[in-house]
């Protein structure tokens, strides 16, 4: 895999806006920094022509430093990534488009948000920064596994008929959906008078539509 750092992120307004959202929460900690941050997946080793390309291809918007240097502190610093398992409609374009210039090694390329920290991360910051349906938090840049090749398994029945509740708030923290409460209630009280159980993609469906 390949990491080629990118532009500022976020805006100064969006900044400004973390910020208020962070103090808000009674966090003492503030945002440096935000940069996009490129993975790249290739099939075979690409030539420095090609690099370099990739590089150009990849540098648009405001840029945040002098260089293109990534430094990675310890425990300041998260990145923001596509939930494993999915891909998203910017690395869909992104890819199409370096192989469209000619760089037909490339498999996919995905991006992520670092954000550089005044100091250690804590996990009243995440639901700030990231949306748990479709971005998972990492403290480095070691996001390899977003390119793992899976089979996908068979369909999960959730046994609601059985468990009630229970299962479907089981179900709820597993996959991460986020569901409320009151979501929960109702989908229970749906598939009792269907008579039968969720399977987990119905579920996930669910609760993609009402995010």
Known sequence: ???????????PFRLRKLGADIEASGLDLAVLETRYIHLVDFAAQLSADEIELLNELLQYGQ?????????IPDDSFR?????RGTTSPWSSKATDIARIVGIKKIRRIERGIGYWLSGAANER????IHDRMT????????AV???NHHEYGPLRS???????????????MELGMALTDDEIDYLQTVFA???????????????????
Not at 63 to 71: K, M
Not at 158 to 172: D, K, M
Not at 196 to 203: A, F, G, K, S
């Open 1 to 11: 895999m390949l990491i080629i750092p990118g532009a500022r992120a976020l805006s």
């Open 63 to 71: 840029v945040s430093r002098q260089d293109n240097s990534l430094e």
């Open 79 to 83: 990145l923001v990534v596509p939930r």
């Open 125 to 128: 910051l995440l639901p700030l």
């Open 135 to 142: 971005e998972e938090v990492l403290n480095s840049t070691d």
């Open 145 to 147: 596994f977003l390119f």
């Open 158 to 172: 959730v046994p609601v008929l059985e468990q009630g509740s229970s299962a479907l708030s089981a179900a709820n």
């Open 193 to 211: 008078e269907l008579g039968r159980n969720p399977t987990d993609v119905e579920l996930m469906m669910f609760a993609q539509a009402n995010s």
